[in-house]
């Protein structure tokens, strides 16, 4: 019993001892909470998002976008527009595969970038409808969405699982 009490008391002696060298408690408090928050909600980047699209579906080989001169050229968009973007689009001419991941840089950015995208979209659409309509079929069965910030436009037969592996990795809904 009293190698118990010793034990119980040398280690109430010991956390006494660290806590009180630890500073202010309020302060230990935010950081400790602070780094539990980041290892337990770590948010993927639009980068990672694309890269386990990549990793867990069979996709096209694409010329990925290396920086928003890309956005403009195929959608107009600026940088202003986005704080964070990643895809690619297939320039074979005869797969029409496309993914394209942004993130607004405010929610008045939202709509504009919904309507680039789904003038590209429309564009892609009727330029395949005549000469290629089995990729058509595969545009028309795709679409541009907005969840928050997030902006994003997936043309391809895999369209329903990368959707679904975007959301997740973003907890979207």
């Known amino acids: ?24 408690k309020e302060e230990n408090t935010s950081q400790v909470n ?7 909600v770590q948010e993927k980047t639009l980068t990672d998002v694309f890269s386990d699209i990549k990793t867990q579906v069979n ?3 694409m010329v990925e976008f290396q920086d928003v001169s890309s956005l403009d050229r195929y959608y107009g968009i ?4 986005v704080s964070e973007f ?7 001419g005869v797969e029409q595969e496309e993914i394209v991941l942004l993130k607004a840089s405010s929610d008045a950015d939202v709509e504009a970038l919904k309507t680039a995208l ?6 892609k659409l009727n330029e395949n409808k005549n000469y290629n309509p089995e990729q058509a079929e595969i545009i ?5 969405e907005t969840n928050g910030l997030y902006v994003f436009m997936i043309i391809s037969p895999n ?4 959707t679904q592996i975007f959301k997740t990795d973003l907890n979207l809904s």
Not at 12 to 24: E, H, Q, R
Not at 118 to 123: D, T, V, W
Not at 159 to 162: C, P
């Open 1 to 24: 019993m009293i190698k118990k009490i010793a034990v119980i008391l040398s280690v109430a002696m010991t956390m006494g001892s660290v806590l009180c060298a630890c500073g202010d």
């Open 34 to 40: 602070s780094a539990v928050s980041q290892n337990v």
């Open 59 to 61: 996709v096209s080989e």
């Open 78 to 81: 600026t940088a202003e527009q």
């Open 86 to 92: 990643a895809g690619g689009i297939n320039n074979s």
């Open 118 to 123: 789904e003038n590209r979209r429309q564009s």
């Open 140 to 144: 028309e069965k795709c679409s541009v």
């Open 159 to 162: 369209n329903e699982q990368m």
